[in-house]
């Protein structure tokens, strides 16, 4: 079993930044791909960023794209989520994912393991 640890939300103002870490228990996950996904009030869990386990590659939703950046280290096994220019539209509970496929990675229903969520709230 995995476990997927979120830190770093909070709440910020718009045009903020923060950036989230996810710290996974296991030395293994290096090999898997890891990701972010958001939730927002009344709304349903969504893509947000993806990277390969290699970090060569990575992957963003539309809404996200030149706003958001994710990068993971390896040798720390941790991922991250640095978010620029917020806006309240990011308002959401942000999930660390991590999948052993690429296609499951940025689906929704077949992400392999979750961690607990992050808040994240950018005031107007």
């Known amino acids: 079993q995995v476990q997927l640890v979120e830190s770093g939300g909070g709440l910020v103002q718009a045009g903020g930044s923060l950036r989230l870490s996810c710290a996974a228990s296991?030395?293994?996950?290096?090999?898997?791909?890891m990701g972010w996904f958001r939730q927002a009030p009344g709304k349903e869990r969504e893509f947000v960023a993806a990277?390969?386990?290699?970090?060569?590659?990575?992957y963003y939703a539309n809404s996200v794209k030149g706003q958001f950046t994710i990068s993971r280290d390896n040798a720390k096994v941790t991922v991250y989520l640095q978010m620029n220019s917020l806006k309240p539209e990011d308002t959401a509970v942000y999930y660390c994912?991590?999948?052993?496929?690429?296609?499951?990675?940025?689906?929704?229903?077949?992400?392999?393991?979750w961690g607990q969520g992050t808040q994240v709230t950018v005031s107007s």
């Open positions: 990277i390969t386990w290699s970090g060569d590659r990575t």
């Open positions: 994912a991590a999948s052993h496929t690429m296609v499951d990675m940025t689906n929704v229903r077949r992400v392999d393991y």
């Open positions: 296991r030395r293994t996950i290096s090999n898997w791909h």
